[in-house]
């Protein structure tokens, strides 16, 4: 099972407190460093304040050098197509090829409401992030010299020229994820170079791993995407070291828990074992504190070290069915 850090910057960080994190990631030998995508807080008062997920990843990707960069996941509400496929693949040739992009419908009213974002009905923001996805893939995908058109329900675009070009070919691996049952799972086998659900029980996950399978079946899709796991996480070698872990993330870990990983290197290493059983080959390990870069040491040498490594692994560029407008 290969590792990644997320982080959730929404709930106070500065582009310091990031750049310092993922450069510790990356130090200490983790595959990725993920931005959530959010503008409000979930708990606590949210100082400093937030952060814009693409602008951070701008940043970030001048001052890194291998680790992978991207979103756990952006919300489709908060920005048109177009622009957002000029900005993904500006940060990608920053990057020298290092983004991947991670797209759902959205989903916190709260926030929506708070800075001033429409928030329409869940089937209308599946109906945008599909509409969303045929236009990135198609205008990333369209031909040096034509020109890419695009006629939805929510979106139009006419005669573009198709010249933001990312440095991976044909465009930068795209994650998809969530729990929904049915149009979910064919979104996935659609356009998804990899699927991830965020804060399962192992059981729930190896059942939308299931529906995925069966969505790629249907679709024709020789092979299905990557798949991985998010799960927030809180280690320690101790009891005392653990309890005053816990004490620094505060109420932010009772908020976002779900099926947290919580206790020594060894309960934490065998519980992700549970969900590389069920179907896992990428975990992405979400940390709290920002601070706290030993957190990170730790994970990397007393976590990922005892998982077994994926056998085969599967690259982000197993290829999604072809998709109208794509």
Request: net charge neutral.
């Given at each position: 099972m290969r590792t990644r850090i997320s982080v959730e910057p929404q709930q106070g960080a500065t582009y310091e407190d990031l750049l310092a994190a993922a450069r510790a990631a990356e130090r200490c030998g983790f595959e990725g460093f993920f931005t959530s995508d959010h503008l409000l807080h979930f708990a606590g008062d949210g100082r400093p304040?937030?952060?814009?997920?693409?602008?951070?990843?701008?940043?970030?990707?001048?001052?890194?050098?291998?680790?992978?960069?991207?979103?756990?996941?952006?919300?489709?509400?908060?920005?048109?197509?177009?622009?957002?496929?000029?900005?993904?693949?500006?940060?990608?040739?920053?990057?020298?090829?290092?983004?991947?992009?991670?797209?759902?419908?959205?989903?916190?009213?709260?926030e929506h409401v708070a800075f001033g974002v429409p928030f329409p009905s869940l089937a209308e923001r599946f109906e945008r992030l599909e509409e969303q996805l045929a236009v990135l893939t198609g205008l990333w995908r369209t031909p040096e010299g034509e020109r890419f058109s695009f006629a939805g329900r929510h979106y139009r675009l006419e005669a573009n020229p198709a010249l933001a070009r990312p440095a991976q070919r044909p465009h930068p691996p795209i994650i998809i994820g969530g729990h929904?049952?049915?149009?979910?799972?064919?979104?996935?086998?659609?356009?998804?170079?990899?699927?991830?659900?965020?804060?399962p029980s192992v059981a729930e996950y190896a059942a939308q791993v299931e529906r995925v399978r069966e969505a790629c079946a249907r679709a024709g899709r020789p092979s299905p995407p990557v798949f991985s796991v998010a799960l927030t996480v809180c280690c320690g070698r101790s009891r005392a070291e653990l309890a005053a872990r816990r004490e620094r993330m505060g109420p932010a870990l009772e908020v976002l828990r779900d099926h947290a990983?919580?206790?020594?290197?060894?309960?934490?290493?065998?519980?992700?074992?549970?969900?590389?059983?069920?179907?896992a080959q990428l975990a992405y390990l979400q940390v709290l504190d920002l601070s706290d870069l030993g957190h990170l040491e730790l994970l990397a040498e007393e976590v990922a070290s005892r998982l077994v490594p994926e056998r085969g692994a599967v690259s982000h560029r197993a290829a999604p069915a072809s998709a109208p407008g794509a």
């Open positions: 304040g937030p952060t814009d997920a693409w602008i951070t990843l701008a940043g970030l990707a001048r001052e890194t050098e291998r680790i992978r960069l991207g979103t756990l996941v952006g919300a489709a509400t908060f920005r048109h197509p177009g622009p957002l496929a000029v900005a993904v693949a500006q940060v990608d040739a920053m990057s020298g090829g290092r983004v991947e992009l991670g797209l759902g419908t959205g989903w916190y009213a709260a929904g049952a049915r149009r979910t799972p064919a979104l996935a086998a659609r356009y998804a170079d990899e699927f991830n659900v965020a804060f990983l919580v206790g020594t290197p060894a309960t934490v290493a065998d519980a992700l074992a549970a969900y590389a059983d069920a179907g």
